[in-house]
C-alpha cells in the first residue's frame, strides 16, 4: 500500500511536463500556414514528450489528464500585418488537419519585435499531441526570432 502511495505522491511533485524550444528562425511566406519545430529542449521530464531528431514538431502527451499548454513566439520586427498561432491536435504536420484547439491574431507591433503568447487547457489521452502553426501578413516572409519561442506542456490532473 505504501508504493502506491509513495508512487502517486512522486508523480504529483514531478508530473509530465515539457518545454520544447524553437532554435532555427522558422520564416513564414505571407498568409502561409507553417509549422513550427521545435529543434531543442529546456527539459522533457519524462523524454517521452518531445523528440529533437524526428517529428519536432509534436507535443505529445504520455499519459492521460488535463494538460496546459503555453505557446509564445517572437516575430521578428516587422510593422505591417497580423500574426496569427493555431494550436492543433492530431494534426499531422497538416495545418488543416486535426482539431482546432485554439486560434490567436495579434498585430505587428512597429519597431520592435512582435511578442505573441496564447494558453490553453486540453483534455488529452496517451499519444496525443499538439502542433503549434504560425502565419502572417505582412506583404513578405517573416521568420521568428531564432531561440525566443517555445512550447510547454505541464500534466494538470486527470481527466473528469
Known amino acids: 500500500m505504501n508504493g502506491y502511495v ?15 524550444t524553437e532554435t532555427a528562425g522558422t520564416s513564414a511566406a505571407n ?13 522533457d521530464t519524462t523524454g517521452d514528450m518531445h523528440n529533437t531528431s524526428s517529428q519536432t ?12 499548454v503555453t505557446v509564445f513566439v517572437r516575430w521578428v520586427t516587422n510593422a505591417t500585418g497580423i500574426r496569427t498561432i493555431n494550436l492543433r491536435m492530431n494534426a499531422g504536420g497538416n495545418p488543416a488537419g486535426g482539431t482546432t484547439l485554439l486560434s490567436a491574431n495579434a498585430g505587428a507591433l512597429s519597431g520592435v519585435q512582435t511578442p505573441h503568447i496564447v494558453s490553453r487547457q486540453i483534455v488529452m489521452d ?22 525566443a519561442s ?10 473528469p
Do not use: H
Open 6 to 20: 509513495r508512487d502517486a505522491f512522486t508523480y504529483l511533485l514531478n508530473p509530465p511536463s515539457v518545454r520544447a
Open 31 to 43: 498568409n502561409a500556414n507553417v509549422v513550427v519545430p521545435w529543434g531543442g529542449e529546456s527539459w
Open 57 to 68: 514538431s509534436r507535443i505529445v502527451a504520455p499519459d492521460p489528464g488535463i494538460y496546459v
Open 126 to 147: 496517451p499519444g496525443d499531441y499538439v502542433e503549434t502553426f504560425i502565419s502572417q501578413s505582412s506583404g513578405g516572409t517573416l521568420a521568428l526570432d531564432a531561440g
Open 150 to 159: 517555445f512550447c510547454e506542456m505541464y500534466w494538470m490532473r486527470n481527466k
